[in-house]
């Protein structure tokens, strides 16, 4: 009953955002050509030109969300990750349409009918029609969602979970799911084979039976998943419980007992048919570093020439404000472990450090200048860093870099430290964004820049700009 209605719901998203894709062209075509909204230099073109690109749109807009992966039902999806799969997938379909009416205008139309621009179509079109798009199709989503959480708040449409193993890899994941109650998951407890003391529940969960009651168990209680978190020592059970479990038809997920190895994602690969699992893959390798690259590029170019007068205004305030440098530059250790020299704009007095050596900077620090205060309560004081990033020392998205006089500290204390520097470090990341920036827990951005190194993708990359832009408003370094 579940997945026949996750198969109608995702029918319906696909004819929806068909739908919503042809409605928004409809709607830039009317607010170009006839709102007078905006002036019209050379004619009105007629309406049935734009009819006949529909089918096209709403097929491209339909594929172009298949490959971001927006029909792959996600229960665990937030709304910053679909709102960046509905713009990038709208991009990628308006990127395409463009194309597609040109190539097929230039190639395939007599010429009769080129000289009337049968398939051209406005660039302004083009332009409201991504803004539009992608305005109704979240909102469609995002209604969706409301009504979806709302029948899991009362109870409705549930999945039914069961845990296998009550130990702490069992207890880790009961905990993720309880954390995420919007998820719609409902644990109706553990499998194990120990019992008494503190393993007859967890949370408030029972201890339902054996792990050799798998099958039955499942059938019982109606489970719609089984996760089987068993520990290294108890892999010899493994196969028994998915083998039981698999006869009843319930999907299973196996939670490998290798966390504290696996610090970027898991790949698995293969030796002549031997399954092997590389638990430090990256994916940000060859084409992905390439695409990575060229946005840097891009952006860094733009910013540059954008922010140039800007950039000389406060430049002069540092130099006009207190004696000293315009910019401070510093070495900081960047992809593969090589030093590279970061520059910011001087924010300290100058010798801020003769007399403490390396220290941590911090809140209300008694060496920056008045003028610093306000650059890093801002964080104009790193705009120079996109200097950094157009040489190629930096991205804008990575880790942040750090010192290699604290380096050599971390990465004693954190073996998995070093694993930062497999990409390039960058102007802001997934930790700074989620709050873990200058004075913080060390540990927690390791863990979030490790969480973004192993599920890079473009997208990730322009949620995090943007994060950064809403939140750097809101939110100081020291």
Not at 287 to 313: C, E, G, M
Not at 346 to 372: H, K, V, Y
Request: net charge positive; charged share 25%.
């Amino acid at each position: 009953m579940v997945k026949r209605h996750n198969r109608l719901l995702v029918a319906f998203h696909v004819v929806s955002d068909a739908f919503l894709a042809a409605l928004a062209f409809v709607l830039a075509y009317v607010l170009r050509f006839e709102t007078g909204l905006l002036p019209v230099w050379y004619g009105y073109p007629p309406f049935e030109r734009y009819v006949n690109v529909l089918p096209l749109i709403a097929g491209l807009v339909v594929f172009a969300y298949y490959l971001q992966g927006l029909y792959r039902l996600r229960r665990g999806r937030s709304r910053v990750d679909d709102f960046f799969a509905v713009f990038v997938g709208s991009i990628v379909a308006v990127v395409f349409g463009m194309w597609a009416t040109l190539y097929f205008q230039a190639y395939y139309v007599k010429d009769a009918l080129k000289q009337v621009g049968a398939l051209e179509v406005s660039q302004l079109v083009w332009a409201m029609f991504l803004a539009l798009n992608v305005s109704l199709t979240f909102a469609s989503r995002e209604l969706v969602r409301q009504a979806l959480e709302r029948r899991w708040r009362a109870g409705i449409g549930l999945k039914r979970v069961l845990i296998a193993g009550a130990g702490e890899l069992g207890r880790l994941v009961a905990d993720r799911i309880l954390e995420h109650r919007d998820l719609g998951l409902q644990i109706v407890g553990f499998l194990d084979d120990r019992a008494g003391g503190d393993h007859l529940g967890y949370r408030g969960l029972p201890l339902i039976g054996t792990l050799a009651e798998a099958g039955e168990i499942v059938q019982r209680e109606r489970v719609d998943h089984l996760y089987v978190a068993l520990p290294l020592d108890e892999h010899n059970k493994v196969v028994q419980v998915v083998e039981d479990a698999s006869r009843e038809g319930v999907d299973i997920k196996l939670v490998p007992d290798l966390l504290q190895f696996i610090a970027l994602r898991a790949r698995l690969e293969e030796l002549d048919g031997i399954p092997i699992i590389n638990i430090n893959d990256v994916p940000l390798q060859g084409l992905n570093s390439a695409i990575k690259r060229t946005v840097d590029i891009v952006l860094s170019a733009v910013a540059l020439l954008v922010l140039a007068i800007p950039l000389a205004i406060v430049a002069a305030l540092v130099r006009l404000t207190s004696p000293g440098p315009i910019f401070y530059d510093q070495e900081r250790m960047g992809l593969d472990g090589r030093a590279f020299t970061v520059y910011k704009f001087r924010s300290m007095f100058q010798d801020a450090e003769r007399e403490t050596g390396p220290i941590w900077a911090r809140d209300n620090d008694p060496r920056c200048t008045p003028l610093g205060r306000i650059l890093r309560r801002f964080d104009i004081d790193e705009l120079p860093q996109i200097w950094n990033v157009f040489k190629g020392d930096m991205s804008l998205v990575g880790p942040r870099p750090e010192r290699p006089y604290f380096v050599k500290q971390f990465k004693q204390q954190y073996p998995q430290y070093m694993l930062r520097h497999k990409v390039r470090a960058g102007i802001t990341g997934w930790a700074q964004v989620n709050g873990w920036r200058g004075n913080t827990s060390l540990e927690k951005r390791i863990e979030y820049d490790l969480y973004y190194i192993g599920n890079w993708s473009l997208r990730l990359d322009l949620k995090i700009m943007w994060l950064t832009l809403i939140k750097g408003l809101f939110k100081h370094a020291y």
